[in-house]
């Protein structure tokens, strides 16, 4: 059975050369995981627009991690050192991809996930260890 699954990746203040930094680590770690990557891509200006529009920066990759389609893993800035992104493909399994959002919230971004009726939030904490916190996507109350 396949199935949504979004997620948001979120870098509160981080330089090009950090972000590039970390994108392509992503990438190598998908291959790990048995995907397929493409090469990182550094866009600026309307190159950087037409991924997400109000961007000036964006540093990505495609991917297609086992059991899951083809995604595109990026992070784009507004021109501040904010960085974040908002994807979502169809997988089979989770868990190649939950493997793959961990290693992204090791690397220092806060990412949210949301498959199976629940969200997940992981973030690093003061003592860079990361945390995970998990609730239902919806309030059963509100049906």
């Not at 995907?35 to 964006?58: F, H, K, M, N, Y």
Request: charged share 20%; glycine share 10%.
């Amino acid at each position: 059975m396949n199935f949504a699954y979004s997620y948001s990746w979120l870098l509160p203040a981080g330089d090009l050369a950090q972000v590039r930094g970390i994108i392509e680590k992503l990438r190598l770690h998908a291959v790990e995981l048995g995907g397929d990557a493409g090469d990182v891509s550094v866009l600026t200006g309307e190159d950087a627009q037409a991924v997400q529009s109000e961007a000036r920066q964006a540093v990505l990759f495609a991917a297609t991690i086992p059991r899951a389609s083809v995604g595109r893993y990026c992070l784009a800035s507004a021109g501040n050192s904010s960085w974040s992104w908002e994807g979502a493909v169809v997988v089979s399994s989770a868990r190649t991809v939950s493997d793959f959002h961990a290693a992204a919230a090791a690397l220092g971004l806060e990412v949210a996930e949301v498959y199976g009726g629940m969200v997940f939030h992981s973030k690093k904490n003061a003592h860079g260890v990361v945390e995970v916190e998990q609730r239902p996507a919806f309030d059963c109350t509100d049906f």
